[in-house]
């Protein structure tokens, strides 16, 4: 399982827990049932969830489930690719469903988040790599800033996600 997942532009992203379990084995891992549990976590929550809050969902539904489990089952996932981590500011690191990665940024002032489309960073990420030889990443760090609202709203947007 040591294998590096494919680059996300022609990565094949699974879309239930049994496609995850499929590339599991096909990469010589183990299908236990606190990963199934913890696939089952993520593919519910659609979302960003530290690995303290993953660790509470899994262990809603599964009690004797530990948090170093926990921690090493995402390691794992994240070297097949199927689960990618953020750090959104100055909190802990959050995971969520590769398939479902995205840029953020977020309010140095008020703390908002805004998810941004992945079409923000085309140019940006052709100029470094023709520049630089470097594939950047924006899913992996949220850039800081200030939203419309603390700059004085002196541009209209829509509200920010939560």
């Known amino acids: 399982m040591s294998r590096p997942p494919a680059p996300a532009a022609t990565q094949q992203f699974a879309q239930s827990v049994d496609e995850v379990f499929n590339l599991l084995r096909?990469?010589?891992?183990?299908?236990?049932?606190?990963?199934?549990?913890?696939?089952?976590?993520?593919?519910?929550?659609?979302?960003?969830?530290?690995?303290e809050e993953l660790a509470a969902a899994v262990q809603e539904k599964a009690p004797d489930?530990?948090?170093?489990?926990?921690?090493?089952?995402?390691?794992?996932?994240?070297?097949?690719?199927?689960?990618?981590?953020?750090?959104?500011?100055?909190?802990?690191?959050?995971?969520?469903?590769?398939?479902?990665?995205?840029a953020h940024f977020i309010c140095e002032r008020c703390g908002a988040t805004l998810e941004a489309p992945d079409e923000l960073f085309v140019d940006?990420?052709?100029?470094?790599?023709?520049?630089?030889?470097f594939a950047i990443d924006p899913h992996h760090f949220a850039?800081?800033?200030?939203?419309?609202?603390?700059?004085?709203?002196?541009?209209?947007?829509?509200?920010p996600a939560a």
């Open 26 to 51: 096909a990469r010589g891992g183990r299908a236990t049932s606190s990963r199934r549990v913890l696939l089952e976590v993520l593919f519910e929550a659609r979302g960003h969830l530290s690995a």
């Open 65 to 102: 489930v530990h948090l170093s489990t926990i921690y090493r089952n995402v390691d794992d996932l994240q070297k097949l690719g199927v689960i990618v981590h953020s750090h959104m500011g100055h909190g802990p690191a959050t995971y969520q469903l590769a398939s479902l990665a995205h």
């Open 124 to 133: 940006l990420a052709r100029t470094v790599r023709d520049t630089l030889g």
């Open 143 to 159: 850039m800081q800033g200030l939203c419309a609202r603390c700059q004085g709203g002196a541009t209209a947007r829509p509200e």
